[in-house]
C-alpha cells in the first residue's frame, strides 16, 4: 500500500509540475518575443490572449478551423480577443468596421464564417461600405439597423483603437497572437497552426506562474 501511495503522489507531482516544465522549456527569440513595453489587457484579472486578425487574410481563414475549437476550450481564467486590423490597407478597413458592427448587433457569432467564406471561397469583394452592406443585407440583417451600428461612432473609434494596438503591439503580419500584453508568439519551428497554438498554450502556462509568484 506504501509504495502504491508513494507511486500516486509521483504521479501527481508530475502532472502538477507538466504545465510549469513547459513553461520553463521555452526559448525567447525562438518560442516567444517579448513586447517591450508590456501592453496594459483589456482585463488585468485574467490572462489575455489578443489574436490580431483580418477577414481578408486568407491565412486567418486556414487559421479560423483551428482557433474558434481552442479558444472554446480555455480556461475560466483565460480570456481570449479578436482585434480586427488593416495592416495598413484601406480596402481591408471596412471589414474591420464590420467586425465591431456586427458584434454590438450581437450577430458576430452567427456571421463570423460567413464572412470568411464569403471572401476566401465565393470571391465576394467587401472592400468598400456599399458591399459590406450589400453583403450583410443578404444575410437578413436589417439595413437600417445594420447602417446604424455600422456607421456608429463606437465601431469607427473600435477600429481606430485597433489600428493603434496594431501599431503598439508591433504586429508585422496576421494571424498574430499574444499572450498577457507581453508574449508575441512566434511560429518558428512550428509545423501547422495546432503547434503554434500548444506553444501559444506554453505561454498561457508561463503567464499564469507569473501571475500566481506577484
Not at 480577443?81 to 454590438?104: C, N
Amino acid at each position: 500500500m506504501r509504495h502504491r501511495l508513494f507511486g500516486l503522489f509521483a504521479w501527481l507531482m508530475l502532472a502538477c509540475g507538466s504545465s510549469a516544465w513547459a513553461a520553463d522549456a521555452l526559448v525567447e527569440g525562438r518560442d516567444y518575443q517579448l513586447l517591450s513595453p508590456a501592453q496594459p489587457t483589456s482585463n488585468p484579472a485574467k490572462i489575455v490572449v489578443t489574436e490580431f486578425f483580418s477577414y481578408q487574410c486568407p491565412h486567418c481563414f486556414v487559421f479560423y478551423a483551428d482557433v474558434t475549437p481552442w479558444a472554446a476550450k480555455l480556461p475560466k481564467d483565460v480570456v481570449f480577443e479578436r482585434v480586427p486590423v488593416s495592416l495598413g490597407r484601406a480596402a481591408w478597413q471596412p471589414v474591420s468596421q464590420l467586425f465591431y458592427a456586427l458584434q454590438a448587433m450581437d450577430k458576430l457569432d452567427s456571421l463570423d464564417h460567413a464572412i470568411f467564406n464569403a471572401i476566401h471561397v465565393q470571391n465576394v469583394k467587401l472592400f468598400d461600405d456599399q458591399s459590406v452592406a450589400a453583403f450583410v443585407a443578404q444575410q437578413g440583417v436589417n439595413p437600417a439597423d445594420f447602417a446604424a451600428a455600422y456607421n456608429s461612432f463606437s465601431a469607427k473609434s473600435s477600429v481606430l483603437r485597433a489600428e493603434q494596438m496594431m501599431k503598439a503591439y508591433r504586429v508585422q503580419g496576421t494571424p498574430a497572437l499574444v499572450v498577457d500584453g507581453k508574449y508575441v508568439v512566434l511560429n518558428e519551428g512550428t509545423k501547422n497552426y495546432a503547434e503554434w497554438l500548444a506553444r501559444t498554450d506554453q505561454l498561457i502556462a508561463k503567464a499564469r506562474a507569473e501571475k500566481t509568484h506577484k
